[in-house]
Nanobody
Framework: QVQLVESGGGLVQAGGSLRLSCAAS????????MGWYRQAPGKQRELVAF???????NYSDSVKGRFTISRDNAKNTVYLQMNSLKPEDTTVYYC??????????WGQGTQVTVSS
């Protein structure tokens, strides 16, 4: 089992920055990849970015060039640095981990609100 705890959400003006953190605990060694998703009310959860155990990263087109995913293995933590935020980035962001058996784990979510 893997437990994920997010932090770092909040309110920011358009053009501003926020950094989300996701601390993992439990069966850390079983994790193959971690990422961030977001879900607006009435919409499907969408991938924002992920990073594999090998360090490869991938981003959705909507955040490419503005968001950066990174990890600190010593702290078992993944970060999402969000720059040049737009009002349309407003939603709940969820941390995700996938283990070697392709089981998914989710954090509780953190709200990001970007005012225009």
């Amino acid at each position: 089992q893997v437990q994920l705890v997010e932090s770092g959400g909040g309110l920011v003006q358009a053009g501003g920055s926020l950094r989300l953190s996701c601390a993992a605990s439990g069966s850390i060694s079983s994790i193959n990849a971690m990422g961030w998703y977001r879900q607006a009310p009435g919409k499907q959860r969408e991938l924002v970015a992920f990073i594999t155990i090998g360090g490869s990263t991938n981003y959705s087109d909507s955040v490419k060039g503005r968001f950066t995913i990174s990890r600190d293995n010593a702290k078992n933590t993944v970060y999402l640095q969000m720059n040049s935020l737009k009002p349309e980035d407003t939603t709940v962001y969820y941390c995700n981990a996938v283990d070697r058996d392709f089981q998914r784990y989710w954090g509780q979510g953190t709200q990001v609100t970007v005012s225009s």
